[in-house]
């Protein structure tokens, strides 16, 4: 009797430490949607190809998940991105999210260490009336949660996305787009220049 419940017992124990089948099964999805579609340009590990393209390693995975199905709907517009998730499902954009967050981010080259100054001063404190970067990205820039990670981020990714959040063209919360509206070409640059650098 107590034979047969101990040897149960052990055998439940043993099936709670195999791996689960359904964890295999996501690892699985992932890496053939990584090795078949978002490689080419973010890389294996979201460590992008060309600086037109954002690195992913690192990014919080509720920010990444949100952007995915912002591309899917439409309401972030992307020619690139949206056939990439057009047919892919809630739970495929967090099985990616996971992954890219569980990346670590890397260390990266700065850029003119004069203009970085600039862009220090401006995230951190502001322009005019507009709320200083950090009070949300958080002073190293490493964000949280919906908050996107700028620390490491391309310079030239930064820019394109400060220019377009000003044109209103990607959406973006008041508070952020008042704090980028008072922007100009230099401060963009300069922040840039700055975020990029930072790990
Ligand atoms: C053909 C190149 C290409 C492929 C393939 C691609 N992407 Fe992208 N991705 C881009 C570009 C370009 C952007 C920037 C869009 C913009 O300017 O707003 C981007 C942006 C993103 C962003 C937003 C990053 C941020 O910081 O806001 C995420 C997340 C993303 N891609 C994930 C993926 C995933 C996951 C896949 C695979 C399913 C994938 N991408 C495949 C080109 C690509
Ligand atoms: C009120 C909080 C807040 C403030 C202040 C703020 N941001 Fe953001 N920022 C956000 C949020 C939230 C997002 C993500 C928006 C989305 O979901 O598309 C974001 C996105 C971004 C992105 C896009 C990153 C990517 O990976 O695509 C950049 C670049 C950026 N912010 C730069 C700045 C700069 C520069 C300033 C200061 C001039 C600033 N932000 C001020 C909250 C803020």
Not at 95 to 113: C, E, I, S, V, Y
Request: aromatic residues 8%.
């Amino acid at each position: 009797m107590y034979r047969a419940l101990i040897s149960a017992w052990l055998a439940g124990l043993a099936s709670a430490l195999l791996p689960q089948p359904a964890l295999a099964d996501d690892s699985a999805r992932v890496n053939e949607l990584i090795q078949t579609r978002c490689f080419v340009c973010h890389g294996l590990n979201g460590e992008s190809s060309t600086p037109a393209f954002p690195r992913l390693s690192g990014q919080h995975a509720a920010y990444t998940v949100r952007q995915l199905a912002d591309f899917k709907s439409g309401r972030r517009r992307s020619d690139s991105m949206k056939p990439m998730v057009e047919d892919l499902s809630d739970k495929d954009f967090e099985l990616l999210g996971a992954f890219f967050q569980q990346q670590p981010a890397l260390a990266h080259a700065g850029g003119d260490p004069a203009l970085a100054a600039q862009g220090k001063k401006l995230f951190l404190e502001g322009k005019g009336s507009g709320a200083a970067c950090a009070t949300c990205h958080g002073t190293s820039g490493h964000g949280a949660e919906y908050v996107p990670r700028l620390a490491g981020q391309h310079a030239q990714y930064l820019v394109k996305q400060m220019q377009s959040f000003k044109d209103r063209e990607r959406p973006a919360p008041a508070v952020l787009a008042k704090a980028v509206a008072g922007l100009n070409e230099r401060d963009i640059q300069a922040l840039a220049a700055y975020l990029s650098g930072l790990k």
